[in-house]
């Protein structure tokens, strides 16, 4: 009796915050490359939502749509992290452009600029931007997640849930390091950063921001990427 009537308030709750998650969907597919798709998140959206009906706990102090909401915007996330839609070409040049912009920020002692980045590449500064922008597409990213830099996803990385002592040492001097690297990107990096993960803007919202086109904002945000990868090196096993 107990069982019928719990599952009985699990399908209320899961057909009243159904629009919830579309709701979620849709405002992440707009920071999103072209190629994922809101169907996908919705998917994996419903499945967290049907965990929240599961799991939420009045007694936490948190309402269920916050609660919801929660776990909601975590599955999608995990499903945008598992697939990663992006071809590993894009992968391997962002790779080489971080190992370059490292080189030139090493011998020069200050941050490496888009023509001196290009020139050591032996491309042009068009073709340098179409990287940064495809960079810019790789993921979606969490600052909670070594994963932020946007490393390819057969390589060798810390693990980002931290089970043992140890691993919450190195959680937490990654953290120390990726906020300071943040801290030290250029101005306008770091604001866009700040933009798109603290307030959650989407590029063209960006763009109107600082007075530029959404490609620009891309590409910005492409270099900040990969500016960090330069600077966080001893997180990777290449």
Known sequence: MYATQQESTQDELVTKYAPLVKRIAYHLISRLPPSVQADDL???????????????????GASFETYAG??????????????????????????KVAEVVRI???REGRDAR????????GIGLDEYHRILQDASGCRIFSFNDPEVTGEDPDDSMP????????????????????????????????????????????LR??????????????????????????????????
Request: charged share 30%; with cysteine; aromatic share 6%.
């Open 70 to 95: 929660i776990r909601i915007r975590g599955a999608m996330l995990d499903e945008i992290r598992r697939t990663d839609w992006t071809p590993r070409s894009v992968h391997r040049k962002a790779r």
């Open 159 to 202: 693990d980002a849930k931290p089970d043992g002592p140890l691993d919450h040492i190195q959680h937490n001097d990654f953290q120390t390091l990726l906020a300071g690297s943040i801290a030290g990107l250029p101005e306008r990096e770091r604001l866009v950063m700040a933009l798109y993960y603290d307030e959650e803007l989407n």
């Open 205 to 238: 919202e960006i763009g109107q921001v600082l007075g530029v086109s959404e490609s620009r904002v891309c590409q910005i945000h492409g270099q900040a990427l990969i500016r960090l990868r330069a600077r966080m090196t001893e997180w990777y096993s290449d």
């Open 114 to 121: 888009d023509s001196e980045v290009a020139a050591e590449l």
């Open 42 to 60: 919705i998917q994996s959206g419903m499945i967290g939502l049907l965990e929240a009906t599961r799991n939420y706990d009045p007694s936490q």
């Open 104 to 106: 030139i920020e090493n």
